[in-house]
T-cell receptor, first 113, second 112 residues
């Protein structure tokens, strides 16, 4: 099992560019989530999904889009990058409603100039 | 507003001594609590958890205590080892929101 994988590990964007952060899990987990980690802010939820075809907003959804066409994949799209989106992004998955134990990917460090 | 708070950004402890990391929460609907450990350039990894129906859970050197009336939980590491040096995040589960809420983290340094 690879667990939760994320690509790329590092990315630099210019303001206004768009890109997609990839996330995949091979544990057949129902729930998947995207977090961002900023100094002094902990991990903040961007978007999450409770199953294929179902997504919802978290605490800080503005500027991001998600979709969940398969159980395995949960890409995060930045529509028009802004310097405020400079952060480390983590994807996570968990079994479902009965389990809170989340498994995290290694993260993507994004810099927007 | 931060629903899960870790008020100590950092903690230094001598090897072999006890490390106590604290966490406070405000939402009485939280029914599950977890601790995650994070090394630099890696994702957080699950360490230990506790359900709201318990007040203590132990796993080897790690014990989590929950005081629901005070809305407070703590993680005890005994004895502390240099490999325990990491950032520790407290998290709480809200069944109504289908989400985990994380604290801001405490950086633990264990001094050899």
């Amino acid at each position: 099992n690879a667990g939760v994988t994320q690509t790329p590990k590092f990315q630099v964007l210019k303001t206004g560019q768009s890109m997609t952060l990839q996330c995949a899990q091979d544990m057949n987990h129902e729930y998947m989530s995207w977090y961002r980690q900023d100094p002094g802010m902990g991990l903040r939820l961007i978007h999450y999904s409770v199953g294929a075809g179902i997504t919802d907003q978290g605490e800080v959804p503005n500027g991001y889009n998600v979709s969940r066409s398969t159980t395995e994949d949960f890409p995060l799209r930045l529509l028009s990058a802004a310097p405020s989106q400079t952060s480390v992004y983590f994807c996570a998955s968990r079994q479902g409603h009965s389990s809170y134990e989340q498994y995290f990917g290694p993260g993507t460090r994004l810099t927007v100039t | 507003d931060q629903q899960v708070k870790q008020n100590s950004p950092s903690l230094s402890v001598q090897e072999g001594r006890i490390s106590i990391l604290n966490c406070d929460y405000t939402n009485s609907m939280f029914d599950y609590f977890l601790w995650y450990k994070k090394y630099p350039a890696e994702g957080p990894t699950f360490l230990i958890s506790i359900s709201s129906i318990k007040d203590k859970n132990e796993d080897g050197r790690f014990t989590v205590f929950l005081n629901k009336s005070a809305k407070h939980l703590s993680l005890h590491i005994v004895p502390s080892q240099p490999g325990d040096s990491a950032v520790y995040f407290c998290a709480a589960g809200d069944p109504g929101a289908n989400n985990l809420f994380f604290g801001t983290g405490t950086r633990l340094t264990v001094i050899p």
